[in-house]
């Protein structure tokens, strides 16, 4: 079990950019897989990203590919979300999560342990 924080959420304009970043606790994190989720308002929650135990493999939505990069960090138990060329559609929620298992996934279900979520707000 991790528990995990994420910050750097906030008001951008148009074609701007956010880094979003997720501080976990607990020793097993460099052996997990994390994921980045987003849930706008009135839409179901959906997966971003995801990042395999070691950072040597990732996953992406098609929506985000080309403009949005997950990384992560083991040394400071820390993972990444870099978003580019933002566009208001973007507008959501994004939560980040622990797998329950070391290989990057696009199944929700792998994931067990959530954040409280950080706001991203693409507005002029």
């Known amino acids: 079990q991790v528990e995990l924080v994420e910050s750097g959420g906030g008001l951008v304009q148009p074609g701007g950019s956010l880094t979003l970043s997720c501080a976990a606790s607990g020793r097993s994190f460099g052996w997990l897989a994390m994921g980045w989720f987003r849930q706008a308002p009135g839409k179901e929650r959906e997966l971003v990203a995801t990042i395999s135990a070691t950072g040597s493999s990732t996953y992406q939505a098609d929506s985000v590919k080309g403009r949005f990069t997950i990384s992560r960090d083991n040394t400071k138990r820390t993972v990444y979300l870099q978003m580019n060329n933002l566009k208001p559609e973007v507008t959501a929620v994004y939560y980040c999560?622990?797998?329950?298992?070391?290989?990057?996934?696009?199944?929700?279900?792998?994931?067990?342990?959530w954040g409280q979520g950080t706001q991203v707000t693409v507005s002029t």
């Open positions: 999560a622990a797998s329950a298992y070391a290989s990057a996934s696009s199944r929700t279900t792998d994931f067990r342990s």
